[in-house]
């Protein structure tokens, strides 16, 4: 198969889809891949690693579009991106399809078949192409948050450790999955005073069972969210429904009751954010105020650390992409549902329920899209 990887053009994103590792692993395969010119120099690859691994190096995006059988991306296709891709053709990347209705018209009207990472399911049940941008946002999300807080960036001015009789920072976290786990870590690594939110007693306790009694585990309903969302000097939303925009748990009357320069770190901002009053940021201009509360909404957290993220993300990648480029679009997808759960359009067609249901579109089965 011929595997195309283009540069990503999303503001601030310094990630590439392949490695020169996993090029030689594809061209080990018997396959062809063309890297556009200077796509991996966001991870200090430049064309000469590419071409030592067997790639072919192209010289306009237009052509890795035209040629590529299957694209490999990082982020979402950009709209003029979209305009490239043809009916036939694979594209496999992140796509948070749900809260972004311009790219999914696009996709549908493209007549590609879009593979969203953040939608493929493993056996057990868990998004392993999701896991590890999300503990890599989770232990970013503490490290901005703690940034925030510095006066001279907005915040209040507390130290997230505290010092000898001074409190620590107060932390909240909305969400106890993967991307929670990794930032309770972080906080409570930082000394921090942390309580985590999450609607699963089981989880709770899961958690519990890890942190010990540093950590404060509430079971997440209204009166809960709102004590320990007014009281922090830093929230971090780590909410998600896989497929879906994320609920909105934080609303602007209970904003209101935040104190004046605490922090709100909204990971779930790909889904749509879990706040009333969060919109997309970049890494170039990552905050703005609402009713006194400063806001880190930045769509691409971990391309701030593209070294370490596109290396973490390949090592989940690579196996779906060569089953993709042994077997084809359909023998790969139909021999593998939970790979199958992650086609999200299919020539013109929205395969995944809840973005369908969410944007108005008919819905089709996967599975029955591919016959």
Known sequence: M???????????????????????????????????TNAGLGIGKGDQDYLKVGAEIVATRDEIFERAEMVIKVKEPQL????????????????????????????????????????VVAEDKSYPLLTPMSAIAGRMAVQAGASCLEKAKGGSGILMGGVTNVDPAKVTIIGGGVVGYNAIEIALGMQANV?????????????????GDDLNAVLADSASNETFIAAADLVIGAVLVPGASAPKIISRSLLKKMKPGSVFVDVAI?????????????????????????????????????????YALNQATLPYVEDLANQGLVQALTRNQGFCEGLSVHQGRVTIKAVADELGYEYTDAKTALI
């Open 80 to 119: 003029d991106e979209c305009a490239l891709l043809r009916q036939g053709q694979i594209l496999f990347t992140y796509l948070h399809l749900a809260p972004d209705p311009e790219q999914t018209n696009a996709l549908v009207n493209s007549g590609v078949s879009a593979i969203a990472y953040e939608s």
């Open 270 to 310: 790909d889904q749509g954010g879990c706040s009333e009053t969060s919109r997309p940021t970049t890494h170039s201009s990552p905050t703005y105020v609402e009713e006194g509360v400063l806001h880190y909404c930045v769509a691409n957290m971990p391309g701030a650390v593209p070294l370490t993220s596109t």
């Open 195 to 211: 309580t985590v939110l999450d609607k699963s007693a089981a989880r709770l306790d899961y958690l519990e069972t890890v942190f």
């Open 2 to 36: 011929l595997i195309g990887i283009p540069k990503e053009i999303k503001p601030d994103e310094y990630r590439v889809g392949l490695t020169p590792e996993s090029v030689l692993t594809l061209v080990n395969g018997g396959h062809q891949v063309m890297v556009l």
